[in-house]
């Protein structure tokens, strides 16, 4: 799918975005309101080499009656050796998804890779915190991967019944999954977290937080965090996701 990509492709290109061109092998309707789609890499995993890593993403092109229009999502089971993987798309109004619902075999993206990175903490935390939502759940995923050893909490905002059903990959031996049914535009979650969060903090300096919700809730949790638990800017790994009226 030719997509142009008007400023914002310059500017990307500028700052040395490099261009693929991703096709769709199959697709895989996981509920109602999630899609997983797998592709060919056009050779980016390749030219990823040793930069691959948790969570990276890619910023994909969609066309919106002609004018360009990009999102980003995080890449699921790369496999550099085949150069395939999928993506997986939390289904709402927009045209990213739009494009999802109809995907056949044969369709193309064009992406962008750039901006895309990953900083380990160090020290390796002794639990991982993780607050997230269906749109953020690849890169929570990925996360499960690549600290398979590492005992996990994951507050998991859900939207929709059918988002309990979603594949988290858990360790039953090591992970603990709590469900937060949406509420308040955020609320309930962001009161879930304070009111639980706190007792798994036995050490700001050692704790560690990834959280992807909605911009609003991230900034809050991320404030909360930062101020009321203290917790150092290098422990909290906080990322807006996604807009209520975004695509």
């Known amino acids: ?14 700052l040395r975005g490099k261009d693929f061109t991703f096709t769709v092998t199959g697709a895989e309707q ?8 797998e592709f060919t890499d056009g050779g980016l995993l390749a030219a990823a080499g040793d930069s691959a890593h948790p969570t990276m993403w890619v910023r994909l092109w969609f066309s919106d009656n002609g004018k360009p229009h990009q999102r980003a999502y995080t890449l699921v089971d790369p496999d550099p050796a085949a150069g395939t993987f999928a993506l997986e798309f939390a289904l709402h109004e927009g045209v990213a998804s739009d494009w999802a619902r109809n995907a056949t075999v044969g369709d193309t993206l064009e992406a962008t890779v750039q901006g895309t990175g990953f900083a380990a903490p160090e020290p390796a935390p002794e639990r991982l915190l993780m607050i997230g939502d269906p749109a953020s759940l690849p890169a929570i995923n990925s996360l499960l991967d ?3 050893q590492t005992p996990a909490t994951i507050w998991f905002e859900t939207h929709h019944e059918a988002d309990a059903d979603l594949p988290v990959r858990l360790d039953p031996d090591r992970h603990d999954l709590r469900l937060v049914p949406r509420s308040g535009d955020g609320a309930a979650l962001v009161e879930r977290i304070r009111a639980e969060l706190p007792a798994l903090v036995a050490d700001p300096e050692s704790a560690y937080v990834w959280l992807a919700c909605d911009t609003a809730t991230t900034r809050t949790l991320t404030g909360y965090l930062r101020k009321d638990l203290r917790l150092p800017k290098q422990r909290v790994n906080g990322l807006g996701y996604w807009r209520p009226t975004a695509a």
């Open 1 to 14: 799918m030719a997509v142009g990509k008007g400023w914002e492709g310059v500017v990307l290109k500028l």
């Open 30 to 37: 996981v509920t109602p309101h999630y899609r997983r789609i």
């Open 146 to 148: 690549a600290y398979r």
